[in-house]
């Protein structure tokens, strides 16, 4: 387990230089490539759970062959909770921790699978994209619950889809990954196209609703948190 302790050289610490850094790092998402294709390379997936009681949050990556959905590689990274909780800006609480356990990695992340949004977000940059402008990678969300955006009806069966509509511009698509399941909701991050995503979400989900990404990282964050609750607090 890699270890972050405090929060990072040059890390807004408030909302208003949290936005600022947001407004700067917007322009840079790229919406011009499709990405790898479904079933190719590998795919990381990404999640993070808190302990509030030590103001520490635990980020697990797990990079599975995306063919397979085998394990490739696992990591984890835990630090310091960084930002105060604020709806829009929870990426800056989050990525010091997942960059760090991305860096772990001894092995190409290919795709990265966010549990959260990208450009579905009110300010067209939630955590995927935020994600993929740091560190280059191909980032894509989903999301296990609507966020601010509305949507028409869909199917009841697997792969029944419905454009997220903020006005007029599709920023994702509510999808349904198993037959009479609520959807999950997808949309871009970074160097991905929507289609492609949503090519993705569904060869991610042969099974279960959730994509296996989201499904294991979940797991080996909790894991990693249990881990480190169980360690004593220095003085004690």
């Known amino acids: 387990m890699k270890t972050i302790t405090g929060v990072p050289d040059g890390r807004p610490t408030a909302e208003a230089a949290a936005r600022a850094v947001q407004d700067e790092l917007r322009d840079r998402v790229v919406r011009d490539e499709t990405g790898p294709p479904p079933g190719t390379g590998t795919v990381t997936g ?25 394990v490739v590689e696992e990591a984890t990274a835990v630090g310091e909770v960084a930002f105060p909780y604020v709806p829009g800006l929870l990426a800056f609480r989050e990525i010091p921790a997942v960059v760090g356990a991305l860096e772990a990695l001894t092995v190409d992340p290919g795709l990265v699978v966010c ?11 939630g955590l995927a994209s935020h994600l993929g402008v740091l560190t280059g990678l191909p980032t894509m969300g989903v999301a296990k619950n ?4 509305s949507h028409g009806e869909l199917g009841e069966e ?3 889809a419905a454009a997220l509509l903020d006005g007029a511009d599709e920023v994702g698509r509510a999808l349904r990954t198993q037959d009479g399941v609520k ?9 991905i196209s929507l289609d492609n995503a949503c090519a ?12 296996e990404t989201t499904r294991r990282a979940d797991r080996l964050c909790r894991d990693a948190l249990a881990a480190l609750s169980a360690r004593p607090r220095p003085g004690t």
């Open 46 to 70: 990404i999640d993070v759970a808190y302990d509030d009681g030590r103001g520490v949050v635990a980020a697990a990556a797990v990079v599975l062959d995306a063919a397979t959905h085998a």
């Open 115 to 125: 549990d959260g949004y990208g450009l579905a977000h009110p300010r067209r940059f």
């Open 146 to 149: 609507p966020f601010v955006f």
């Open 158 to 160: 697997r792969g029944s």
């Open 183 to 191: 959807p999950v909701y997808v949309s871009v991050g970074h160097r």
């Open 200 to 211: 993705h979400a569904l060869s991610l989900t042969p099974t279960y609703r959730v994509p």
